[in-house]
């Protein structure tokens, strides 16, 4: 299935022309706020072992991120799991990110619109040099806000939607790195 999937893509950039610099990688996932409890040392036949744990569970921080083929990347959607925006999250944030608020802590079709709308502002994505965009089958890339945008606006920005194998996926801790440095 893989290997068809990327036949399909190479057949796609051959007969459109495109250049490394017009295809992205795009991606979504999540990180947690609550730290893992380390194991705990103690004397042998001893019964009870006290251990502090964060009485907070099941928070996460959805993040967006779109490498480009060439190297580049746009900086990410960072969506915190809160009613209000703090001020104090945008602390460290790379320039450009789009930081936001969700009740769920996930990302839908209107955060999706607006970091849409930001990456064509950055990358230069016109209609006579149209993007690649390798999206996830998630249901707020799918919306039809945003493929009516990417038509319209954008000429030709299709979505190929499936889901990367771990070759294709950028390794998230290096991406991190390079946005945080």
Known sequence: MQLWHFCAIQSYLARRGRKATAIWNCYETGFTKVL???????????????????????????????????GSYISPLFVFPCKRMLTTLMNGAPAFGVVNEHGSGYIDGILFMKWLKQFVEISGCIKEHPHLFLLEGHES?????????????????????????????????????????
């Open 36 to 70: 893992k409890v380390a194991e705990v040392l103690s004397e042998t036949g001893t019964r009870q072992v006290p251990k502090v744990s964060s009485g907070e569970r099941g928070k996460n921080i959805a993040v967006l991120y779109c490498v480009g083929v060439a």
């Open 141 to 181: 890339h799918k919306t039809l806000e945003a493929i009516d945008f990417s038509r319209d606006q954008h000429g030709d920005i299709p979505a190929t939607l499936y889901t990367p194998a771990p070759v294709t996926r950028p390794d998230i801790s290096e991406v991190c790195i390079q946005l945080f440095v």
